[in-house]
């Protein structure tokens, strides 16, 4: 595989990473991404990310179903902020809507519920 465009993970060894609807062009969410998350992503065409508050890797969707298909990996001008262009199933935020954006500043919720995040996420 060409290793392509040398981003640049700081450091903290984290870029943010948008994902978008491929279709729509709707901003679906934006998580951080570790060398290792970049290179599973590639590998295997779903969307990896890196989270924080749990230090450890994930995949998009493996608990939840709502996996990314990723089409499409970008890179910003500077090299430090990834876009993946995404297939997404079901929802892409944990709140069960269809995108994390789903409020106004002011606290208007414009965004369309998807899924219940109880029935999927319970323990």
Same mark, same amino acid.
């Given at each position: 595989?060409?290793?392509?465009?040398?981003?640049?993970?700081?450091?903290?060894?984290?870029?943010?990473?948008?994902?978008?609807?491929?279709?729509?062009?709707?901003?679906?969410?934006?998580? @951080?991404?570790?060398?290792?998350?970049?290179?599973?992503? =590639?590998?295997?065409?779903?969307?990896?990310? @890196?989270?924080?508050? =749990?230090?450890?890797?994930?995949?998009?969707?493996?608990?939840?179903?709502?996996?990314?298909?990723?089409?499409?990996?970008?890179?910003?001008?500077?090299?430090?902020?990834?876009?993946?262009?995404?297939?997404?199933?079901?929802?892409?935020?944990?709140?069960?809507?269809?995108?994390?954006? @789903?409020?106004?500043?002011?606290?208007?919720?414009?965004?369309? =519920?998807?899924?219940?995040?109880?029935?999927? @996420?319970?323990?």
């Amino acid at each position: 595989m060409d290793d392509g465009i040398a981003i640049d993970f700081g450091e903290n060894g984290l870029v943010p990473a948008v994902a978008q609807d491929a279709e729509t062009g709707e901003v679906l969410m934006l998580a @951080y991404v570790s060398p290792e998350a970049l290179e599973r992503t =590639r590998e295997t065409g779903r969307a990896h990310y @890196y989270s924080r508050s =749990r230090d450890e890797l994930w995949e998009k969707g493996k608990t939840s179903g709502h996996v990314q298909a990723v089409r499409d990996i970008r890179v910003d001008c500077d090299a430090d902020t990834l876009l993946y262009v995404v297939d997404q199933e079901g929802g892409a935020c944990h709140t069960g809507h269809r995108s994390c954006f @789903y409020r106004t500043v002011e606290g208007e919720n414009v965004g369309e =519920r998807v899924f219940d995040p109880e029935a999927v @996420y319970e323990e």
